[in-house]
């Protein structure tokens, strides 16, 4: 299989960016990077943009700096245009926090050469949490319980934000009809993709809370979950037929 990207999207990640940058790197995978930024205050797009521009990692970082923060689902939309616009053969997307572990990166690439999606799953035997309270944990798995359960799908981790998309299945789904712009995103996206008929696989992953930087999640991104998920469900059939 070709090569692929991961597409990192920022905001106010100036304390960990360049440590996911070596991390990744580090592993020599043959992977480029994209940073959709979404023009942070701390300025987390100049320490990137100053690594571009020192080539120091071979030309294979990449920026593109949006001018307003409008949520985790426009900036990754926006990163997988920039990507299917060019030829990389698949997309991985994770989070700049160090929660998702470089380590697994490996398995996804070689677990995509046989299935459409894989998705680091927290859920599934050998997964799990770390530095998580109970009331996370609660919502994290309760939330994709309810998902699931609406939706009529078996994926155990429906909110999981570490996977890898073949580029068909970026393709076949309509990105600019995405209705989802914060956690519920992840969700609709895998629902997507099965409705799609694409071979789904979860392969276990340890996740360990930030320990730099704040948690982008809110109470009003919660209910945009709940409510988007209730939709998604009562649209199935022009999510199907969608071009």
Known sequence: MSRGIIVIPTYNEIENIEVILKKVFSLDLGVDILIVDDNSPDKTYAKVQELIDANTYANQLNLVIRQNKEGLGKAYIEGFKWCLARDYAFIIEMDADLSHDPKYLPSFIENIKEYDLIIGSRYVKGGGVVNWSPLRKFISFGGSTYARTILG?????????????????LEAIDLDNIISAGYAFQIEMNYRTILKGFKVKE?????EDRVAGQSKMSKKIFIEALLNVVTLRMHKKDIIEAK
């Open 153 to 169: 799908i078996s994926i155990k981790d429906v909110t999981g934000g570490f996977k890898c998309f073949r580029r068909e299945v």
């Open 203 to 207: 392969v276990p992953i340890i996740f």
